[in-house]
């Protein structure tokens, strides 16, 4: 059965493993729940293997069960004991995870990109709403100021016709 998440995996679940270096006896690699596991030289393949080196190399990923978990929490591992149709499964099911993770991605970016669409609607609003305010302020502003001016005149008028 394929396992990809990030708990502690159980003899006999296959999962996507990462080599992380190469020793004569083997090769430890990262499993996806970040702890390593031994996958020793005789477990590599069904036919005899000399040189790791020459099966494996750093960073390659390989679809491996887990044979043994020890009373330290190592893991045993094989690359034999798979059989096609579990690393077609554990494949197929990590890019799966993959595909949901860009669809998520994707999905958070639109959230992001509607959110800015929407702060910049609601700027939009404040400022024509501020413009709109100033401009009856200013309407306002220049009927009082018209007022003033009539008074004044009708003030120098009244003034000159007291023929003081």
């Given at each position: 059965?394929?396992?990809?998440?990030?708990?502690?995996?159980?003899?006999?679940d296959t999962v996507l493993g990462r080599v992380l270096a190469l020793k004569p006896y083997g090769a430890?690699?990262?499993?996806?729940?970040?702890?390593?596991?031994?996958?020793?030289?005789?477990?590599?393949?069904?036919?005899?293997?000399?040189?790791?080196?020459?099966?494996?190399?750093?960073?390659?990923?390989?679809?491996?069960?887990?044979?043994?978990?020890?009373?330290?929490?190592?893991?045993?591992?094989?690359?034999?004991?798979?059989?096609?149709?579990?690393?077609?499964?554990?494949?197929?099911?990590?890019?799966?995870?993959?595909?949901?993770?860009?669809?998520?991605?994707?999905?958070?970016?639109?959230?992001?990109?509607?959110?800015?669409?929407?702060?910049?609607?609601?700027?939009?609003?404040?400022?024509?709403?501020?413009?709109r305010t100033l401009q009856r302020w200013l309407q306002r502003a220049r009927h009082l100021a018209a007022d003033v001016a009539?008074?004044?005149?009708?003030?120098?008028?009244?003034?000159?016709?007291?023929?003081?």
């Amino acid at each position: 059965m394929a396992r990809e998440d990030a708990g502690k995996f159980r003899p006999g679940d296959t999962v996507l493993g990462r080599v992380l270096a190469l020793k004569p006896y083997g090769a430890f690699l990262e499993l996806p729940n970040g702890e390593t596991g031994l996958l020793h030289i005789s477990e590599i393949s069904d036919a005899y293997v000399q040189d790791v080196h020459d099966h494996l190399t750093v960073g390659q990923e390989l679809v491996v069960k887990v044979i043994d978990v020890n009373e330290e929490g190592k893991y045993t591992l094989s690359r034999r004991q798979v059989t096609p149709p579990e690393e077609e499964a554990t494949r197929y099911f990590r890019e799966a995870q993959e595909a949901r993770r860009a669809i998520e991605r994707r999905r958070e970016t639109i959230q992001r990109e509607a959110s800015w669409r929407q702060i910049a609607r609601e700027k939009q609003k404040a400022l024509s709403t501020s413009r709109r305010t100033l401009q009856r302020w200013l309407q306002r502003a220049r009927h009082l100021a018209a007022d003033v001016a009539q008074r004044g005149e009708e003030r120098e008028r009244f003034y000159h016709s007291l023929d003081l």
